[in-house]
């Protein structure tokens, strides 16, 4: 079956620096990839929409200078947290699609906390 | 606007059948999924449904869906302790060139007695 692939897991960074996280899709190509966050105990909330060769999709309340999205081809999208703070610690998921009807696969998700 | 809906929380005992349930409001909806997620991990897909269907069955796993009623439900006959999990509905709103965005319901807690 498809599978989409997280990394990494788990990171723990210091406030002010930067983290990227990486969404593959091993077994399919995804036109489209979705990122969101999730807080402990809640729904997840839909971020971004990342397009292969075009900008990213926010959704509104998103930072797009913050939460910098690059899906530079159509096994790979990264969400980039710029100047990590401790509100931003979450857990993030990203999720693929091949397009059109095919439902969506979802990453293990990254572990985000920021000290 | 787009809502879904879902209770918080199901108790059953090991062996007895679960069945979580779930309410959407956009009539425009194309599939009606239900993803599983273990503690400290992603969502794993556990089965789809189109709105042209009414039911859907995959070994344990039973959805039926009423759409006049905007409602979802998913059966898991013969709940096994490895089921323990948040259950999530989700509705994908058409939107042009793109059926993926998906929204979620708040998750169905299911713990497993056994």
């Known amino acids: 079956g498809a599978v989409v692939s997280q990394h990494p897991s788990r990171v723990i960074c210091k406030s002010g620096t930067s983290v990227k996280i990486e969404c593959r899709s091993l077994d399919f190509q995804a036109t489209t990839m979705f990122w969101y966050r999730q807080f402990p105990k809640q729904s997840l909330m839909l971020m971004a929409t990342s397009n292969e060769g075009s900008k990213a999709t926010y959704e509104q309340g998103v930072e797009k200078d913050k939460f910098l999205i690059n899906h530079a081809s159509l096994t790979l999208s990264t969400l980039t947290v710029t100047s990590a703070h401790p509100e931003d610690s979450s857990f993030y998921i990203c999720?693929?699609?091949?397009?059109?009807?095919?439902?969506?696969?979802f990453g293990n998700g990254t572990r985000l906390t920021v000290t | 606007g787009e809502d879904v809906e879902q209770s918080l929380f199901l108790s059953v005992r090991e062996g007895d059948s679960s069945v979580i349930n779930c309410t959407y409001t956009d009539s425009s909806s194309t599939y009606l999924y239900w993803y599983k997620q273990e503690p400290g991990a992603g969502l794993q897909l556990l089965t789809y449904i189109f709105s042209n269907m009414d039911m859907k069955q995959d070994q344990r796993l039973t959805v039926l869906l009423n759409k006049k009623d905007k409602h979802l439900s998913l059966r898991i006959a013969d709940t096994q302790t490895g089921d323990s999990a948040i259950y999530f509905c989700a509705e994908s709103i058409r939107w042009p060139g793109n059926t993926g965005k998906l929204i979620f319901g708040q998750g169905t807690t299911l713990q497993v007695k056994p």
């Open positions: 999720s693929a699609s091949a397009g059109g009807s095919s439902p969506l696969h």
